[in-house]
Nanobody
Framework: QVQLVESGGGLVQAGGSLRLSCVAS????????MGWFRQAPGKEREFVAA????????LYPDSVKGRFTISRDNEKNTAYLQMNRLNPGDTAVYFC?????????????????????WGKGTLVTVSS
């Protein structure tokens, strides 16, 4: 069992930056690929970023590529999402998730959200 707790959300002006953190419980964090997802009010959940176990492979959708960076620190059981050049369209609840299978992570990039564990989310609000 893995529990995930996100933090770092808040209110930021357009053009600003935030860094989200996701702390995982348990001793097997390095066995899981990690992903970030978001859901805006009235919209479907969408994939934002993913990183493999070692941190040397990442995935991003075009909507955030070049602005967002996912990373992880396996010694701290923590995944991060650095978000730069934020715009009001980035306003959403951001969730982190974990999966043992990279195939599961890849499937999530096209809407098949079968990740093994999910956090409860942290709200990011970008004002114009």
């Amino acid at each position: 069992q893995v529990q995930l707790v996100e933090s770092g959300g808040g209110l930021v002006q357009a053009g600003g930056s935030l860094r989200l953190s996701c702390v995982a419980s348990g001793r097997s964090f390095s066995s899981y690929a990690m992903g970030w997802f978001r859901q805006a009010p009235g919209k479907e959940r969408e994939f934002v970023a993913a990183i493999n176990w070692s941190g040397d492979s990442t995935l991003y959708p075009d909507s955030v590529k070049g602005r967002f960076t996912i990373s992880r620190d396996n010694e701290k059981n923590t995944a991060y999402l650095q978000m730069n050049r934020l715009n009001p369209g980035d306003t959403a609840v951001y969730f982190c998730a974990a999966a043992r299978s990279w195939r599961t992570v890849v499937a999530s990039t096209s809407g098949d959200y079968g990740m093994d564990y999910w956090g409860k989310g942290t709200l990011v609000t970008v004002s114009s």
